[in-house]
């Protein structure tokens, strides 16, 4: 018989051991033999993600999938779901076309795997691409514009109604979950825009294989991502368009297994129809990102003018804070904005909501350090040094929205043809069914 006291000791070493990671976990996975049992990854989901929790009541996994234990994990144990293998698989496979298309935290990190000084290697990274084997290499910003489009216009159409306000962003399948688990009668604040990769999945599959007269069967279509969480956003109904995710480190991996020397390779260009996008899609991999492009493109929807130069460089918005506030006037109505990093930051917001709080109009949240550049699939660094890391990812970001002239999504070339020629406006039927998804309460998962 287990004496009480003893009990006691298995109790406490179960909620300092290491977390829980299901086998059928799509966005991380754990090597067993690497693991230390040191619980670095339980501080960090508690202490800095903010899932507060006593992991072993859960029914099912209440993990996020969002990988900041991978980033933090000191032997190496945990790392994302690896799907690279099988897109090698559809590679060598000619009776189908492979589309990879790329977000723009990628290109700020990539360099990192290879010891390159250059701080942007989109160039490299699309031609590295080719070299593998993808038929077609397309750019996420054009996903982010469209969905700025969608998000700005819905922003809008709450403002006009008075409805569901705040509204939540909706980008980071990580905050998605959140909610959905810890805040389920929150979620018709959520915006109802897929993310990005998701809207270009079904841009790739519904529009572009039209384009080219292939059966949307045929293409295979794969997301390169910061993110670990996004593998888990694929498996849902609404966004299985998307084939496969794979994150930065896996783009690595299939470069050194081809042999691919990558810091010998020369620059191309995107490939054409959904070939890039405006500096507000760009920026959508930095926290504030989605926040300063969807300013820009609701200024233009609620006066009919481009955005002033303020709101190009739209500064409250940006830097390392962990909450950023931001009052703006658009014509005669005044807007209050929040961007958060971190679940840990937003659990006070939430409470005041849920009690009638309508102190701001939009809510960005974001759940990794700095956003999609400090995403869980990024290449692995100095936890000391994680800080500086992620902010000069994101300082490359804005680097590049500097130099485009294009700076708002509705100014995005091929985001025009695309209304004018498939989803003919934003919110529109097509839009709506193709581009726009619902939520689930998942509370259940936290059992008792």
Not at 87 to 104: G, H
Not at 141 to 170: C, H, W, Y
Request: aromatic share 8%.
């Amino acid at each position: 018989m287990i004496s009480s006291e003893l009990m006691e000791k298995e109790e406490v070493k179960e909620e300092k051991g290491p977390i829980p990671i299901s086998i059928n976990n799509p966005g991380i996975m754990r090597i067993e033999e690497r693991c230390i049992k040191c619980g670095r990854c339980r501080t960090i989901c508690q202490e800095q993600v903010g899932i507060k929790y006593d992991f072993s009541k859960a029914k099912r996994e209440v993990c996020l999938s969002c990988g900041q234990c991978i980033l933090n994990c000191p032997v190496g144990a945990l790392v994302p779901r690896f799907n690279y293998k099988k897109v090698f698989d559809y590679l060598y496979d000619t009776e189908k076309i492979v589309v990879a298309f790329t977000s723009p935290a990628v290109r700020v990190a990539l360099n990192e795997e290879f010891q390159s000084t250059e701080d942007n290697v989109e160039g490299k990274m699309v031609t590295a691409l080719k070299e593998l084997g993808f038929d077609y290499v397309f750019d996420t910003t054009f996903g982010a514009d469209l969905t700025i489009m969608e998000e700005a216009s819905e922003f809008v159409r709450r403002l006009k109604e008075n409805k569901d306000l705040p509204q939540f962003s909706s980008c980071c399948p990580a905050w998605v979950r959140y909610l959905e688990i810890y805040h389920p009668n929150l979620i018709n604040h959520l915006s109802t825009c897929k993310s990005p990769i998701s809207m270009q999945g079904a841009m790739i599959k519904n529009y572009f294989s039209e384009m080219i007269g292939v059966k949307k069967e045929d293409i295979i279509a794969v997301a390169v991502t910061p993110c670990t969480a996004k593998k888990r956003e694929i498996t849902l109904p609404d966004n299985l368009d998307t084939d496969y995710v794979i994150t930065t480190t896996e783009l690595a991996m299939m470069l050194r297994e081809k042999d691919i020397d990558f810091n010998s390779l020369t620059d191309s260009s995107f490939d054409s129809l959904m070939n890039r996008g405006s500096g507000a899609g760009v920026i959508f991999g930095s926290s504030g990102g989605v926040t300063e492009a969807l300013v820009r493109t609701a200024y233009h929807l609620l006066t009919g003018s481009d955005a002033p130069t303020e709101f190009l460089e739209f500064t409250p918005v940006r830097g390392l804070e962990t909450c950023k506030e931001a009052c703006i006037e658009i014509g005669k109505i005044k807007l209050n904005l929040l961007v958060i990093h971190g679940m840990l930051n937003i659990e006070d917001i939430l409470k005041e909501i849920e009690n009638g709080s309508k102190k701001y109009d939009f809510i960005e949240v974001m759940n990794c350090p700095l956003g999609c550049v400090g995403g869980g699939g990024q290449p692995l660094g100095i936890v000391s040094k994680q800080k500086e890391t992620v902010e000069r990812r994101s300082q490359g970001l804005y680097k590049e929205d500097k130099n485009l002239n294009v700076k708002a999504s509705y100014q995005n070339k091929d985001i025009i043809d695309i209304y004018k020629c498939f989803l003919d406006c934003p919110l529109s039927e097509k839009a709506e069914e193709l581009l726009h998804t619902s939520y689930e309460d998942r509370s259940s998962i936290l059992g008792e």
